[in-house]
């Protein structure tokens, strides 16, 4: 959100990013951070009070963009309202410019943004790739390398999926597991490992199997207990 509104900043005179639910703006700072800003937009316009015709508060309530033209004394002011969403909450992002001549103004406003919009895409582009990596390691970081069982990470995550749901438990490990791994080296051990855990993610499934540490196994599931047994 801080670089969106970076960007924004290179064509509006001011940018803030208003939480509806608290009734407070952010705005970036000279470092570029956001902080909370004592100063209402309807402030900056040289009011009181906020407009009849706010425009956030219209965006707020259809999720569309709402424009217009405000004007105290001689100065105008052009104020546009963005519908954004952060975590899950709703937010209005807040752009006013100040504006000498409409007609000037007009054919300047339609290149920056045309511009903006290019860097936008390419933010948007950035942000993908981002949230793509962060996938991954979220992927890796609770998935045990070797066998590609979820791993005590994975079973922290997955945990309450299991809270509240009759489930089956069970845990295996696999009997002299250390003498023939002494016997014939580390390489043959895993191969044993990998085809374990293999067969226990075929009986059932991926999200319910846990590499638990070494050769043992966690194994729990949403299943009735004639099926469970089935597949153990």
């Not at 309530?61 to 975590?87: F, L």
């Amino acid at each position: 959100m801080e670089q969106q509104l970076r960007l924004y900043e290179s064509v509006f005179d001011d940018v803030r990013l208003v939480d509806p639910k608290t009734q407070t703006a952010s705005v970036l700072d000279k470092n570029g951070k956001l902080y909370t800003s004592p100063y209402k937009c309807y402030h900056l316009l040289g009011r009181d009070a906020a407009c009849c015709d706010c425009t956030s508060m219209q965006t707020l309530k259809d999720h569309n963009v709402h424009r217009r033209i405000a004007s105290v004394g001689d100065q105008s002011y052009y104020v546009e309202s963005r519908y954004v969403e952060m975590d899950n909450k709703p937010y209005i992002l807040k752009l006013i410019d100040k504006v000498d001549s409409m007609q000037k103004f007009a054919p300047e406003y339609k290149q920056r943004m045309e511009q903006l919009r290019d860097e936008w895409i390419q933010l948007e582009e950035q942000n993908q790739v981002l949230k793509q990596k962060n996938l991954e390691l979220y992927h890796l970081s609770r998935t045990d390398a070797l066998t590609q069982a979820e791993n005590r990470l994975g079973l922290r995550y997955g945990f309450t999926s299991f809270v509240r749901h009759r489930v089956m438990v069970m845990m295996v490990d696999i009997n002299k597991f250390k003498q023939y791994n002494d016997a014939n080296g580390h390489q043959a051990g895993d191969h044993v490992l990998v085809n374990f855990a293999h067969i226990l993610i075929q009986a059932f499934g991926k999200k319910n199997c846990f590499r638990y540490g070494g050769d043992e196994f966690l194994v729990i599931a949403n299943l009735a207990e004639e099926e469970f047994d089935q597949k153990m």
